[in-house]
Every structure is written in structure tokens, then in C-alpha cells.
């Protein structure tokens, strides 16, 4: 499974749902204490998708 996720590729699990990479763009933050503005770097995030099926038994 990791090395499917470090090459991007999505995983889907029938009647659960899909994993899959995706990448989060650079932006700016800011520190509601000092107000400081912060540069977040680019970063690659796991994200889930649930099955239509799985869905409706949560429902």
C-alpha cells in the first residue's frame, strides 16, 4: 500500500471506499495571537472516500 501511495496512485476497496494522495497547494497562515503572517509549504495529504454502500449503512 505505501508504495502504491508514494507514487500517487489511489487504493480502492470494494464495498468500503478509496484512499487516495493528494497535494495541497503553498499558502498563507496566520498566528491569531501575534498576527504574524506564515508561508505553509506545498504537502502531500491521505484522504479517504467512502463507498456509496458504506455511506448508506451510516446513514
Given at each position: 500500500?505505501?508504495e502504491?501511495?508514494?507514487?500517487?496512485d489511489?487504493i480502492?476497496?470494494?464495498?468500503f471506499g478509496?484512499f487516495?494522495v493528494r497535494k495541497?497547494l503553498?499558502?498563507?497562515?496566520?498566528?491569531?495571537i501575534?498576527?504574524?503572517?506564515?508561508?505553509?509549504p506545498?504537502?502531500?495529504?491521505l484522504t479517504?472516500?467512502?463507498?456509496?454502500?458504506?455511506?448508506?449503512?451510516?446513514?
Amino acid at each position: 500500500m505505501t508504495e502504491k501511495w508514494q507514487n500517487n496512485d489511489s487504493i480502492a476497496i470494494q464495498n468500503f471506499g478509496a484512499f487516495e494522495v493528494r497535494k495541497k497547494l503553498e499558502r498563507i497562515s496566520v498566528n491569531p495571537i501575534s498576527k504574524q503572517r506564515l508561508l505553509v509549504p506545498p504537502k502531500l495529504v491521505l484522504t479517504f472516500r467512502p463507498s456509496n454502500i458504506l455511506k448508506d449503512k451510516f446513514k
